[in-house]
Each structure stands twice: as structure tokens, then as C-alpha cells.
């Protein structure tokens, strides 16, 4: 009876410290911070000019290059080998993954390690030597909030950063991206004459390269414990579920479930707004013939010396060593059942 008595008591002040912490300026900045509103504001009022002279002040570096380029592709996709291939031509600055937290253009934070299965990368960062200056614009919350952006966001900083980044390169600009897959509608709107290159993979083999060890996140499991977190499914999905609400119902379940969700809606994304999508199977099988389709279809020219691929490898198919056909498909086909029913 007294145990009963006092959790009824704890319940209850929990509940009215929370609702207090509610109410708070701080918790309400928060809220604010996150709720962006703003989509209507911007369509409904225009900065007008007035008559008294203002804004004479300096402002940062206009993008002043050619339009730049940018690569999207979810992680593990075969994106880091595309932007290796741009990085091998002469009259390309390829930037690798520019919103990645470990700021490539700080010495102090991006470290020095590379991931062994990128072949032919010893390095990601020297196209960012000298930039440090962009530190007054990145914000490492790209990497956990706003991961869905459309045509009427707004992000002062995003759009300052990526426009230095191209002011700063040598030649054509390009941006390979792992988090734009769903601000791809953000991009398209700041950056009309972009051309937009989405890569994709199998996603079961993808599941697989996610994992590493496959044995390390069984066929049993049901929930996000034991899921490896460097790739970080579990931020993207509580982000997430305020536009695809589906996300967090399946939480609990296996967590291969929720990377096919993400998986399909940016291959739908990466369908609808870009301007060419291939596969990285067809990438590394016919990576020279691919790499001239892909810059044709950009409208840039393909480069008059022979680029050397040797850092292509074929790709490998793992998935049967995770689980059977059916088990992959039966999982596949509730998700698109879902999706069918919240986009039709």
C-alpha cells in the first residue's frame, strides 16, 4: 500500500516538473527551434526596399563559379566510390561529404583515419585545405534535425556554406552528399541549374554493408538494441517520423524494416528530383562507359585522357549469407504496402 502510495506520488510530480518544464522560455526556444513554420511566412511577405539607406555593410562571397554539382546517395550506396571518380578529373573540385560532423576543413577535428573498405582512398579532405573560414557557417545539427527540407525551408547557413564551398573550388564544383536525400526539393529551389546525380544499391546488400559483421544483428531481433549505430538509422528515423510517421510503429521491430523504409523513400526522392540515376552495380561492371553516360547526361564533357578506374572493383553479393529470399521479400512487401497507402 505505501509502495503503491509513493509511486502515485513520484507519477505525479514527474508529470508537473515535466509540464513546468514546459512552460519554461528555454524549453519553448527548443520548440521553436524545431517546429519550422516558416514555409507560409515566406510565401505570403517580400522584402521590400525602403526609403532610407540600409544593407551597405559587406556580405559573404556570392556564388560566383559554375553551378555546382551534387551527388546524393544514402550511406553504403557507392557513393564515396562516385565522388572518387569525379575527384580523379582535372578540372573537378569533388567535395567529400560536406555536412559529414567530423568538418573536414578543421585539421583538429576531422582526424586522420579512413574507411579501409573505400578502395583507392587514402584521404577525404584535401580539397578542403585552407577553408577553415567555414566554420562560421556549418552547423552539426544538419547531421540529426531538418534532415527533410523542401522548396520553401530556410537555412541561411546551409545555403552560405555550400555556396563557399563552390566559390572556392577549382574548376566545376561538385558536392557528394549522404544527408540531402530528403532536401533534394531544398537544393532543387536554391539551385536551379545544378545538375542533381543520385546513386543507389541493392538495398539487401546495402542491409549487409551497414552491418559489417552480419552476425553481430540476427534475424530474431526485435528492437534497435545490438543495431550498429555508425550509420545512424535510429537518429534518422526519430527525425523522420514527423513526416513519415509510419517510422515509429516500426521501431521495435526488426531494424531491417525501417532501413528498407528509408531506403525506398529516397530512391523515390532520388527518382523524382534528379537529374540522372544509376546503380552502383552498373557503376563498378562498366564503371568507364557509366562514368561517360553520367557526364553527358549532366551536360559536361568527358575528359580527353584516359581516367584510371583501377580503384574500381565489382561489386559483391552478400545477402543470401544474412537471410533466404523470402524473408528479405516478406519484409519488403509489408513496406510497400505501407508506402503505397501514404503516398497514393
Not at 513554420?37 to 521590400?48: A, E, I, Q
Request: aromatic fraction near 16%; charge should be neutral.
Amino acid at each position: 500500500m505505501i509502495v503503491r502510495r509513493f509511486r502515485g506520488h513520484f507519477r505525479r510530480r514527474l508529470i508537473e516538473l515535466f509540464v513546468r518544464l514546459l512552460k519554461t522560455e528555454e524549453a519553448r526556444h527548443y520548440l521553436n527551434r524545431h517546429a519550422d513554420d516558416h514555409g507560409d511566412v515566406r510565401r505570403r511577405v517580400t522584402n521590400v526596399v525602403t526609403p532610407y539607406e540600409t544593407g551597405s555593410g559587406s556580405a559573404p562571397v556570392a556564388l560566383r563559379t559554375r553551378p555546382p554539382a551534387f551527388v546524393t546517395g544514402r550511406f553504403r550506396s557507392g557513393s564515396t566510390l562516385l565522388w572518387n571518380i569525379f575527384r580523379s578529373l582535372d578540372d573537378c573540385t569533388a567535395y567529400y561529404e560536406p555536412l559529414n560532423e567530423r568538418r573536414w576543413f578543421l585539421r583538429d577535428s576531422r582526424g586522420k583515419h579512413t574507411d579501409t573498405t573505400h578502395q583507392g582512398v587514402t584521404e577525404y579532405w584535401s580539397e578542403y585545405e585552407g577553408l577553415d573560414h567555414l566554420v562560421k557557417y556549418y552547423r552539426e545539427d544538419w547531421i540529426r534535425h531538418r534532415l527533410y527540407m523542401d522548396e520553401r525551408d530556410f537555412d541561411y547557413n546551409m545555403k552560405s556554406y555550400i555556396d563557399a564551398l563552390a566559390s572556392n573550388a577549382r574548376g566545376r564544383p561538385v558536392l557528394q552528399f549522404n544527408r540531402v536525400d530528403f532536401r533534394l526539393a531544398w537544393l532543387r529551389a536554391n539551385y536551379p541549374d545544378s545538375p542533381i546525380i543520385h546513386i543507389y544499391r541493392n538495398p539487401r546488400d546495402q542491409w549487409c554493408s551497414i552491418l559489417g559483421d552480419i552476425s553481430a544483428y540476427p534475424l530474431t531481433a526485435d528492437s534497435e538494441q545490438s543495431f550498429p549505430r555508425r550509420f545512424y538509422q535510429g537518429m534518422w528515423v526519430r527525425d523522420l517520423c514527423r513526416q513519415f510517421p509510419f517510422l515509429e510503429d516500426y521501431r521495435d521491430r526488426h531494424q531491417y524494416y525501417n532501413f528498407y523504409f528509408l531506403w525506398k523513400l529516397s530512391y523515390n526522392f532520388g527518382q523524382h528530383y534528379s537529374d540522372i540515376s544509376i546503380s552502383m552495380e552498373s557503376l563498378t561492371e562498366n564503371p568507364a562507359i557509366c562514368t561517360d553516360n553520367l557526364l553527358s547526361a549532366i551536360g559536361w564533357s568527358a575528359p580527353d585522357y584516359p581516367l584510371d578506374l583501377s580503384f574500381v572493383k565489382p561489386a559483391v553479393s552478400r545477402w543470401p549469407e544474412y537471410a533466404s529470399e523470402e524473408w528479405f521479400a516478406n519484409i519488403e512487401a509489408e513496406c510497400e504496402a505501407v508506402l503505397e497507402d501514404f503516398l497514393k
